[in-house]
């Protein structure tokens, strides 16, 4: 089977940022399917090119899974330039010029790290007259809502809302990451027989030879992954502030690699409090994640408190930290606790330092 998976912010482990779709494509491989990732040509979470910004999609086999890059416009932060980056990679999803490298698919998964491009993906099995497959990551536009961001009867979040609805109605099946969404969906008007809950995961051929963390001290804490509204980072500032006030900066380091639309923020509010045992690292690609993770004692899980998480949890960084075998500070309000029931750590309130 010819399977296309469309995903904007898809990767390959050489880039920073999550290689589910990777992953995922590699074990249909490995099963005789014929798989090839649709993606942006800019990286969302380097914010870097991985084409020339103006050429033209073509086919890229230089991995193990081929990838369609289409061309998108650049940009910085949550701001309106990364909403017009959305719609762009979107409307050339459906444009010809941009997918006549490669031969049309048997079955469309288009994925929802934004609606938008699920929406389109889905808008092009229907001009191919193939199946339609809807992978949700988050609950749109409901997380926006519950984040804070917006309000339920802005006309962005309306519009979301029908969208979503849409989707639904004309999804052959619909795959989830979060364990507990199964009942929404069903209240949605989805059938019960046609969602399948596939959360995120490892590939333990993955993992490195590394030598064992050697020193004691500091005490090294980490958190790699986004630095957004949502990953509550600000928390962790004000328990590096009660620890160095506690006299215990000598012992404690606390390692936030990544990057955000936050960061800024938070650096400098690292700098304005004169937090000496918090350091800001760059993002590193997935390849290199895992010399970086072996330097830790334990890790930080954290989200900011939204009825949303309700539905459970997913991030790609838990399962890495969960390969690393330390132990996990957990820190998500979620009635699904992974944390808890492998007994890998300590869990806390969301918006407790």
């Known amino acids: 089977m010819r399977i296309w998976i469309i995903n904007h912010y898809a990767i390959t482990p050489d880039m920073p940022g999550g290689t589910r779709h990777y992953h995922f494509a590699w074990q249909l491989i490995n099963r005789g399917h014929d798989v090839t990732i649709v993606a942006a040509n800019y990286n969302h979470f380097s914010q870097t090119f991985n084409t020339l910004p103006n050429q033209n999609a073509s086919i890229d086999y230089s991995h193990a899974v081929p990838f369609?890059?289409?061309?998108?416009?650049?940009?910085?932060?949550?701001?309106i330039a990364r909403f017009w980056n959305m719609l762009v990679f979107s409307s050339r999803l459906l444009r010809n010029k941009y997918l006549p490298c490669?031969?049309?698919?048997?079955?469309?998964?288009?994925?929802?790290?934004?609606l938008f491009s699920a929406f389109a993906a889905l808008l092009l099995s229907?001009?191919?007259?193939?199946?339609?497959?809807?992978?949700?990551?988050?609950?749109?536009?409901?997380?926006?809502?519950?984040?804070?961001r917006f309000s339920k009867n802005h006309?962005?979040?309306?519009?979301?809302?029908?969208?979503?609805?849409?989707?639904?109605?004309?999804?052959?099946?619909?795959?989830?990451?979060?364990p507990l969404v199964k009942n929404y969906l069903v209240q949605s008007g989805v059938k019960s027989q046609t969602i399948s809950w596939i959360?995120?995961?490892?590939?333990n051929k993955a993992l490195p030879s590394?030598?064992?963390?050697?020193?004691?001290?500091?005490?090294?804490?980490?958190?790699?992954?986004?630095?957004?509204?949502?990953?509550?980072?600000?928390?962790?500032?004000?328990?590096?502030?009660?620890?160095?006030?506690?006299?215990?900066?000598?012992?404690?380091?606390?390692?936030?690699?990544?990057?955000?639309?936050?960061?800024?923020?938070?650096?400098?509010?690292?700098?304005?409090?004169?937090?000496?045992?918090?350091?800001f690292m760059d993002p590193v690609s997935k390849k290199d994640i895992y010399p970086l993770l072996n330097e830790a004692d334990a890790f930080l899980m954290l989200l900011k408190h939204a009825?949303?998480?309700?539905?459970?949890?997913?991030?790609?960084?838990?399962?890495?930290?969960?390969l690393m075998a330390r132990p996990v500070i957990f820190g998500v309000d979620t009635t699904y606790n992974p944390i808890e029931k492998a007994n890998a750590g300590i869990t806390i309130a969301a918006n407790d330092p």
């Open 68 to 79: 369609i890059w289409i061309p998108v416009p650049a940009y910085k932060g949550n701001t």
């Open 102 to 114: 490669s031969l049309k698919p048997d079955v469309i998964i288009g994925s929802s790290p934004h």
């Open 126 to 148: 229907k001009r191919i007259k193939k199946p339609f497959i809807l992978e949700i990551r988050d609950v749109w536009p409901d997380t926006l809502v519950e984040l804070g």
């Open 155 to 178: 006309p962005l979040i309306k519009m979301m809302k029908l969208i979503e609805r849409y989707l639904y109605r004309n999804a052959k099946c619909i795959i989830t990451l979060l």
């Open 199 to 203: 959360p995120n995961a490892i590939d």
């Open 210 to 279: 590394l030598e064992n963390k050697k020193t004691p001290s500091p005490f090294t804490v980490m958190y790699a992954g986004s630095h957004g509204l949502a990953n509550n980072l600000q928390v962790v500032l004000q328990a590096a502030k009660l620890i160095q006030a506690q006299g215990m900066g000598d012992r404690i380091r606390i390692c936030l690699v990544g990057e955000g639309p936050e960061k800024i923020t938070l650096k400098k509010l690292a700098e304005a409090e004169d937090l000496r045992i918090v350091e």
């Open 307 to 322: 009825p949303v998480f309700r539905y459970g949890i997913s991030p790609n960084k838990l399962f890495d930290y969960l």
